[in-house]
């Protein structure tokens, strides 16, 4: 049975930073993982990617340079540093794993398997 399951998340002031990680089991850490965010009223947001091995990444305009992901496949643990979060980081935050591919070539929401239950994270003004 596979499992992802994030903790990290709570209310910060903008400026703040927090860190996210997901714990995976259940099946081979070995493809692309990503973190994707919905706020209340949005759609669903890729926000940041990773290959299996850690050397490539993508991420959203919109968090470049603040936020960076990260994977310790040893461990069966993705990671999101967030830092400078802004109010309209405020969102739930969700773990997915990709579940066939190494590479992350396909960063669209239906092509990730697996999904952690989210962890919201607050920004306030």
């Known amino acids: 049975q596979v499992q992802l399951v994030e903790s990290g998340g709570g209310s910060v002031q903008a400026g703040g930073s927090l860190r996210l990680s997901c714990a995976a089991s259940?099946?081979?850490?070995?493809?692309?993982m990503g973190w994707f965010r919905q706020a209340p009223g949005k759609e669903r947001e890729g926000v940041a990617f990773?290959?299996?091995?850690?050397?490539?990444?993508y991420y959203v305009d919109s968090v470049k340079g603040r936020f960076t992901i990260s994977r310790d496949n040893a461990k069966n643990t993705l990671y999101l540093e967030m830092n400078s979060l802004k109010p309209e980081d405020t969102a739930m935050y969700y773990c997915?794993?990709?579940?066939?591919?190494?590479?992350?070539?396909?960063?669209?929401?239906?092509?990730?398997?697996?999904w952690g239950q989210g962890t919201q994270v607050t920004v306030s003004s």
């Open positions: 997915a794993a990709d579940g066939r591919f190494r590479g992350c070539a396909y960063r669209d929401s239906g092509n990730f398997r697996y």
């Open positions: 259940g099946y081979t850490f070995n493809t692309c």
């Open positions: 990773i290959a299996t091995g850690g050397g490539i990444t």
